[in-house]
């Protein structure tokens, strides 16, 4: 693969990381009942201010670690090589 699709299949695993992140922010900060508390803190903030970034911090070291390829930078590459 050359690094034109390294760069675009990477883009679309941030971009799907993204979306999940949202996604699940959205659920937790709004289907949990208000009422909903944990040690006196309120559970909807618990889980999307506290727990979904850490997860989320998380699973970008990991998609970073096992996703992601590393490409030297220094290399040209031919106008006609795709």
């Known amino acids: 693969m050359n690094r ?3 760069a675009r299949r990477e883009a ?3 971009l799907a990381l ?3 992140y949202f996604i699940a922010w959205y659920a937790s ?3 949990i009942p208000p009422e909903a508390e944990w040690e006196g803190i309120p ?3 618990l889980q999307s201010c506290m727990v979904m970034p850490l997860l989320f911090i998380m699973l970008c070291a990991a998609m970073l670690r096992f996703l992601f390829v ?3 930078l220094d290399e040209r ?3 006609h090589e795709s």
Request: aromatic residues 24%.
């Open 4 to 6: 034109f699709t390294l």
């Open 12 to 14: 679309v695993l941030c």
């Open 18 to 20: 993204t979306l999940l």
């Open 29 to 31: 900060a709004y289907f």
């Open 43 to 45: 559970l909807w903030f």
């Open 70 to 72: 590393p490409v030297p």
């Open 77 to 79: 590459e031919s106008p």
